[in-house]
Structures are given as C-alpha cells and as structure tokens.
C-alpha cells in the first residue's frame, strides 16, 4: 500500500513591518504629532523618515534633539532632497531599504511627509517589488490646522494669492492649495484636526462637518491640540492601504501631474536676537510678505542655552525653546519660507532682519 506523501513544511512568511504616513498642509503639526508617538512608543522600537519641502530640512533635527530616550541619530531619516512623493525611486525606496536592512530594524515606521505632498504617490511606492513583501502602510494619518480651516483658507490673505494667481500664467489650476490639502484627506484613514483648543466647538463642529463633505467615505476625525492623541488611536490600524487605492481618489493621479511650480522655498540667515518676542514680531512681519504661505526655523537668544525655535503660518505665530546649542556649534539661525512661486523675497529678509 502506498504511503501518502508527508506534507511539505511551509514556513510562515516574516510579517510585514506597518509604517504609518502623517501628512498634512503647512505647519499643522506633523512634526508635533510625531514627537508625541515617539515620546509615548509604548516600548516599540520606532524609526521615522522626514521629508520637508525645500532646500534645507528642518523638522528632522527638530525630533532628534528633542531628548527622546531611546530615539537615536540612526533612527531618524531625512529625506531633504525634494517632494517624497516626486523622488520616490531616488530617495524613498532606498531609504526604507536602510532602516529594513538593519540588524534589529524598526518595530514600526513613522514617515512624516512634506506639507506639500501628495501622499496617494507615497502610499502606491509600497507596491514597488523592492518593498511589497516587507512593509504594509498601517495608515495614513492627516493633520489639519483647525483654525486655518475654519478661516476657509490655508493663508492669510486670500485675495492677495488669489491676484497672484491671476497675474502667474504658470498656474494651471484655480486653487493648488485647496487640491494638495483635499488631495491629502481623501487618502487618510484617521484625520486629527488640530490646534482644536485655538478655535471654540461651535466652530470645530463646523469644520468636521465641511470636511466630511469632501470625503467619500466615512473617517474618524478627532480633535487634537498639540498632536498628542492616545498612541493607539494612531498606530496599529491596520489599514494595508497600498491594497485600497481604487478608494482613495486624487486630484492628481500620477506622479507627471504633480510637481511644485506652485511654490518655491528660500533660507535665510538670522542673526542673535535679544528676545524671543523680537523673533516673534520679525517672523509676523516677514508672514505679511506678498506670496509667503509659512516660515519656519530657529534663532538664538542672547546668551541663553537653548536654541530657539519659532514657525508662522499667516498670523499665527509660534515659538518654543527646543533644545540647548552644543559645544562647538555655530549659534546661527536660520528660517525657511515657503511660498507661492515668486514671493518677495527682499521683503521676507528686509523684516527677518529687522
């Protein structure tokens, strides 16, 4: 009698390690919300990957001189060199490759993106062969600046941009903000809208209510300030996104239709200030530019210790002290503004520089 052939043992294949994307316009708290999960990572070894748009990239030394235990130079990846949704193959891909291929790699992967990215591109690049069988996009996290929102806009003063885009013949669309910040909820499984303590609950009933408008299937938005939110609401979704992009649809459906002629990004040297209130008065000033949608950098004080970091977006400014200067370290400052292309440039250095 023939024997039946023994089963074959099949090992189980290596569970895919989750990243999650945080995306989100101009300065609504990416970089704040990611802190947050590193700060509380619940004993999971976490990794993230920064992307900011322009020539220097500062939300990456942001995080690592935050004073994170257990958050090392290694576990932070900048990604400085453009849009990570345009240099996907260059930059992205290899990068990730990195953190996978090292001794322990990551528990978990938090990629924040720029906050003119589109995250659909991103979240279609964990389909490439190189990755597929190793990672899976847990979710896609969308941070909205509440009261940005609620003012209908994503800066200061609309008519002027709206005149801008009326006089730049190189802008093809009515308004590449509003598609960038559509664009980046209709991918998103969970939406924060934040800075939810600036605006009173009237309004921020309004502002969920005019977002769920725009999505075409229902997504939990929660209202956070200062990106902390329960690490649990965040991570471990399991969503697979990069198995349902028939559902989330975009403005911009291929790499070729998105690129930045939009907007441009300049950094500018700044020199000691006396006091956190002069940077402050500076930065607003420089925010009134014609064309500049967001600043963002740091400065010393003095002779204080510690380094000074300060970001606006429109009128709202904001300013912390994030950590100290080390020895050795040039105490220069430097900010960043993003803004639509040719904004006055002479006018942003005129005011940073009082």
């Not at 700060?39 to 070894?45: K, L, Y």
């Not at 020539?55 to 994170?68: A, K, R, V, Y």
């Not at 664009?183 to 309004?203: E, G, M, W």
Request: hydrophobic share 40%; glycine share 10%.
């Amino acid at each position: 009698m023939t024997q039946p052939t023994p089963a074959t043992s099949v090992k189980n294949p290596p569970a895919k390690i989750p990243c999650t994307i945080v995306t989100g316009f101009l300065g609504a708290g990416k970089t704040t919300l990611v802190r947050h999960l590193l700060e509380n990572n619940g004993g999971r070894r976490l990794a993230v990957l920064v992307n900011e748009f322009g020539d220097i990239g500062f939300d990456g030394s942001f995080i690592e001189g935050c004073g994170i235990t257990g958050c090392t130079a290694e576990d932070i990846v900048e990604l400085p060199n453009g849009c990570i949704c345009c240099t996907v193959a260059d930059d992205f891909i290899p990068a990730l490759e990195k953190l996978l291929n090292r001794a322990q790699p990551p528990d978990h992967i938090l990629i924040e993106t720029s906050g003119l990215a589109l995250p659909k591109p991103l979240v279609n690049a964990f389909n490439w062969p190189a990755i597929r069988n190793r990672v899976t996009v847990d979710g896609v996290i969308a941070v909205v600046d509440g009261p940005a929102v609620a003012e209908g806009t994503f800066a200061d003063d609309p008519e002027a941009l709206a005149a801008q885009r009326t006089q730049d013949g190189a802008v093809d669309h009515d308004n590449p903000l509003e598609e960038v910040f559509e664009d980046q909820i209709l991918c998103a499984d969970l939406i924060l809208l934040n800075k939810s303590d600036a605006i009173d609950q009237a309004t921020r009933d309004r502002v969920k209510a005019e977002i769920q408008a725009h999505l075409p299937k229902a997504i939990k938005i929660v209202e956070t300030s200062h990106g902390k939110v329960e690490p649990a609401l965040v991570v471990g979704l399991g969503a697979a996104a990069e198995t349902d992009l028939a559902g989330r649809p975009s403005h911009h459906e291929t790499e070729a239709d998105h690129d930045h002629d939009d907007f441009e990004s300049h950094s500018f040297a700044i020199q000691a200030v006396g006091s956190p209130d002069i940077l402050a008065a500076r930065v607003a000033k420089a925010a009134e530019a014609a064309g500049v949608l967001r600043l963002k950098g740091f400065a010393a004080v003095g002779d204080k210790p510690m380094r000074l970091v300060v970001q606006g977006v429109g009128r709202r400014i904001a300013h912390h002290y994030d950590r100290a200067w080390t020895p050795g370290e040039a105490r220069q400052g430097r900010i960043v503004a993003i803004g639509l292309k040719g904004f006055d440039r002479g006018a942003v250095e005129a005011a940073l520089n009082g």
